[in-house]
């Protein structure tokens, strides 16, 4: 008898702890929406990059909840500059992006903050928000790609996208500052089956890249690059290429991650 009243007692004190846990998790899901996207304050355009941990990281902070709060879990732009969030909760966020271009919050050595072109907003229902950003690099396709023997080949153009004077002006207060840092290191051919081609979406077996050290690039900035993929891709198949390029410096500051700009895919279809 004993055992069964044990037994009762401790069903009911399990059912009881049940319930109150199932109360204390009982939230609504987050339903919030931000939608952004990042352009280059020159000319409008979109900051074209790569779906991956080497594209435009966004980190969202709710400071609803008050001071020293750690950051959302970081996301990243899609290929065309645009980005979405679609399972926040509403509140007040700080916004920060890094990218291939001049980081926005900029501080000096001793953590003193020189500029801060980040965002704080409200977050409710579905919010926009736009950054105007300055690209290391623009690379723009001289004319359409084409294919010779199973090999794609193609023509572009590199160019600064923020010119030497500014640069240094805005990265040497931080410290640490090398002429190295504009230095462009490598260009990037990318071929891949998929249309989100880059260097997440690549074909290594066609992908192709020239590598410069020091400052040879300096004298071909604005001047035609021819490319061409490696090895022969099948007839009858429809690629997707893009070119990449960039400079010797990472961002944010610090993190070893060099990112690169892109150019807009382009579909080849390679005959028969």
């Not at 900051?47 to 990243?76: C, M």
Request: some cysteine; charged content about 25%; glycine content about 8%.
């Amino acid at each position: 008898m004993k055992k069964i009243i044990l037994y009762t007692l401790f069903s009911t004190l399990l059912s009881l702890h049940s319930c109150a846990f199932f109360d204390l998790d009982n939230y609504d899901e987050p339903q919030e929406t931000l939608v952004g996207e990042v352009v280059d304050v020159a000319t409008g355009k979109r900051i074209l990059t790569d779906q991956g941990s080497e594209g435009i990281r966004v980190r969202l902070t709710e400071l609803s909840w008050g001071e020293n709060v750690d950051h959302n879990p970081d996301f990243y732009c899609m290929p065309d500059g645009s980005f979405q969030n679609t399972k926040l909760f509403a509140g007040n966020y700080h916004i920060d992006l890094a990218g291939p271009f001049i980081p926005l919050i900029r501080e000096d050595e001793n953590g003193n903050v020189l500029a801060d072109e980040s965002k704080t907003m409200d977050i409710k229902g579905t919010t926009n928000v736009k950054f105007e950003v300055q690209p290391f690099l623009n690379i723009e396709w001289v004319d359409e790609p084409t294919v010779v023997d199973g090999k794609v080949k193609a023509r572009i153009r590199v160019k600064r996208g923020v010119d030497e004077a500014t640069f240094r002006s805005k990265i040497e207060p931080m410290g640490g500052y090398s002429p190295s840092f504009l230095y462009l290191t490598d260009i990037q051919f990318f071929v891949s089956y998929s249309s989100s081609v880059g260097y997440r979406a690549r074909d290594e077996r066609w992908s192709s890249k020239i590598e410069y050290t020091g400052d040879e690039f300096e004298t071909e900035f604005g001047k035609v690059i021819t490319l061409e993929s490696n090895d022969i891709i099948p007839a009858g198949r429809t690629v997707f290429v893009r070119a990449a390029a960039r400079i010797n410096y990472a961002t944010p500051v610090g993190s070893g991650t060099r990112r690169w700009n892109y150019n807009e895919a382009k579909e080849v279809l390679i005959p028969r």
